[in-house]
C-alpha cells in the first residue's frame, strides 16, 4: 500500500529553527517533494530529492534516506509568513512513460509565533 | 511565464448536477494531472494527461473524467454531483514526463455541493 505520515501540527518560534519529519511507504519511488501551501492558496514547491543526502536552498533544506524511507524539511531563522502547511509527496513509478503520480501525506500545519 | 491557470476559481452546484471545470497549463508544459484535496483526505491524484492522452489514473469513481486538447488545455467533468464532491480541485502542470520535472500547480476550483 501507499502510506505517507507526517506530523498534523507543529508550532516554532519567529528565528528559530523547525523540522518537519516524513515517513513514507509506497510500492514505488521516483523522488521525494516538498510544498508549501497557504491557506487558502494553491501549493508551491519547495524542494525535490531522488538521491539520499541534503539539499540546501537558502532557508530551506531537505533531506532524504531511501533506505528508511524517511525525509525532512528544515526550515531556519523562521518568519511569520513560513506559517502554512507543508505537504511531503513521493512520486511512485510510472507507466506507459509517464513520470508517476504524486501521493502525498496530509500536510503538517506549521504556526511560527512571535 | 504565466502560471497554471484554472476557471472557475468558485463555483456552487446541487446533487445530482454536472460540472466541468477547465486548466490550462503554464506555456510549453504538456502533461496536466489532476487532485482534489479535501481537509479530511488532503490531496488525491485524480488523473493524468499527456498529449492528450490519460496516462494514469487515481482510485475515483467513474463519474470522474477529464480529457485534454491538443493545445494541452485540459478540462476534467464530475457527473451526478455527491455532497462529498465538495473540496478544491487542483491542476498542476509538468513540462516533459523526466524524472526531475516538477508539478506546478494553479489556483484551484473550490467546488461547493449543496
Known amino acids: 500500500g501507499q502510506n505517507i505520515d507526517q506530523p498534523t501540527e507543529m508550532t516554532a518560534t519567529e528565528g528559530a529553527i523547525v523540522q518537519i519529519n516524513c515517513t513514507y511507504q509506497?510500492?514505488?519511488?521516483?523522488?521525494l517533494f516538498w510544498y508549501q501551501q497557504h491557506a487558502g492558496e494553491a501549493p508551491t514547491f519547495l524542494s525535490y530529492n531522488v538521491l539520499d543526502g541534503l539539499e540546501e536552498k537558502g532557508r530551506f533544506s531537505s533531506f532524504l534516506s531511501r533506505s528508511k524511507g524517511y525525509s525532512y524539511l528544515l526550515l531556519k531563522e523562521l518568519q511569520m509568513k513560513d506559517s502554512a502547511s507543508y505537504l511531503c509527496a513521493v512520486r511512485d513509478l510510472g507507466y506507459g512513460g509517464s513520470q508517476g503520480n504524486l501521493i502525498f501525506g496530509k500536510g503538517t500545519k506549521l504556526s511560527v509565533k512571535p | 511565464k504565466a502560471g497554471v491557470t484554472q476557471t472557475p476559481r468558485y463555483l456552487i452546484k446541487t446533487r445530482g448536477q454536472q460540472v466541468t471545470l477547465s486548466c490550462s497549463p503554464i506555456s510549453g508544459h504538456r502533461s496536466v494531472s489532476w487532485y482534489q484535496q479535501t481537509p479530511g483526505q488532503g490531496l488525491q491524484f485524480l488523473f493524468e494527461?499527456?498529449?492528450?492522452?490519460?496516462?494514469n489514473k487515481g482510485n475515483f469513481p467513474g463519474r470522474f473524467s477529464g480529457r485534454q486538447f491538443s493545445n494541452s488545455r485540459s478540462e476534467m467533468n464530475v457527473s451526478t454531483l455527491e455532497l462529498g464532491d465538495s473540496a478544491l480541485y487542483l491542476c498542476?502542470?509538468?513540462?516533459?514526463?523526466?524524472?526531475?520535472?516538477?508539478?506546478?500547480f494553479g489556483p484551484g476550483t473550490r467546488l461547493t455541493v449543496l
Open positions: 498542476a502542470s509538468t513540462r516533459t514526463s523526466g524524472r526531475g520535472d516538477t508539478q506546478y
Open positions: 509506497t510500492s514505488g519511488f521516483n523522488g
Open positions: 494527461y499527456f498529449s492528450e492522452t490519460q496516462r
